[in-house]
């Protein structure tokens, strides 16, 4: 838990809800006060004629200094309206000026636990962003109390520091597992030319080092093609127009060997987006469900809609072990395991399918491999 916070007197909020408390005490107040006082008011005339009328049989009647009843009326109402009015606007603003301590106070109260959250935030802020903690435990902001918009409040923004940490993780994790796949090809490359620099080393030699480097480089282009469609993927398509899916998906179909079932017409749904990131998505999906497959194994493909489904039959793979197939780097069990892939399919194929504002999901196959299904809004 990182350090407390006090409110300061200069607390910008606090002086406002304080003031607007004290403003609106002294309209409300100053409203009941003159009700009050042309109610007042009201009844004292009514007073006054009634004492006038009981008095009007006797007139003219005077007392010792020679004033009528009259004017001694007047005198009296006059005299008790003016002194109520003085009273009464001194004590509207002496309780507005209680009131607006009253608010004060009140808003130090109600702002607490938004310093405490605010002083905790700044403080895992400091210690963890951007990178690791130094005792590599992301922290949170752990608000309790009542379940009221104080509460939503901190939840929300551990929400926020739970993305943050899965961000991080993933991107630590990405940097990672790119650097040993392009670390692996360059030290394979370094040995085959130390192997090609020996003089004796036979044609034979040779001739497997020249192909281990063709294999090697070509490796190296998949791997570096491959980020750099995860990257622009990921930014979105810059341009976008009218893509036939089912006719993306038909495309790629033909060109991996993989029966395809497009209804025709147009019927497979028409996407506001980039053909060739489309396309790289529906040839990714059907790659991995041929590579990842078992020997005889069929693959099903299916799309209609703006939904497209590959569905493969390759080894039984758990539940859990879904999501992770997703990440960078990841590799699936088949006969290409260690095969020509560089393992960024499936996470081109959903960073594409984000770009597009679709989604992805995939889950075991009824007997064994996997399926996926992709979702893209159509025209």
Known sequence: MGPGSAIGPGSTIRTRIALVYGAVFLVLGGLLLGIVNLLSRAGTEEEVAAIRQRAAPALPVTDVRGATVHQLTDSVRDAAGQQMLVWSVFALLGTALCAVVVGWWTAGRVLR??????????????????????????????????????KELGDTLDALLARLEKAFDSQRRFIANASHELRTPLATQRTAIQVGLDESASAEELARTKALL??????????????????????????????????????????????????????????????????????????????????????????????????????????????????????????????????????????????????????????????????LPTT
């Open 113 to 150: 636990p938004v310093h405490a959250m605010t002083a905790q935030a700044r403080w895992l802020s400091e210690r963890t962003l951007p990178g690791v903690p130094p005792d590599g435990v992301w922290g949170r902001i752990g608000a309790s109390g009542p379940d009221d918009e104080l």
């Open 214 to 375: 063709l294999d090697n480089n070509r490796r190296s282009e998949r791997l570096i093609e491959g980020l750099l469609v995860l990257a622009r993927s990921e930014r979105g398509p810059a341009e976008r127009e009218d893509v036939d899916l089912g006719e993306v998906v038909a495309e790629e179909a033909a060109r991996h060997e993989v029966k395809a079932a497009v209804s025709p017409g147009g019927a497979g749904g028409v996407v506001r987006g980039n053909r060739m990131l489309l396309a790289r998505l529906a040839g990714n999906l059907l790659a991995n469900a041929v590579a990842y497959n078992v020997p005889g194994g069929t693959v099903d493909v299916s799309v209609e809609d703006g939904v497209l489904r590959v569905r493969n039959t390759g080894p039984v793979i758990a539940e859990a072990d879904v999501p992770a197939l997703f990440e960078p780097f990841r590799r699936g069990e088949g006969r290409d395991r260690m095969g020509p892939g560089a393992g960024l399919g499936l996470s081109i194929v959903r960073s594409i399918a984000q770009a597009h504002g679709g989604t992805v999901t995939a889950g075991p196959g009824p007997e064994g491999g996997l399926a996926v299904t992709v979702t």
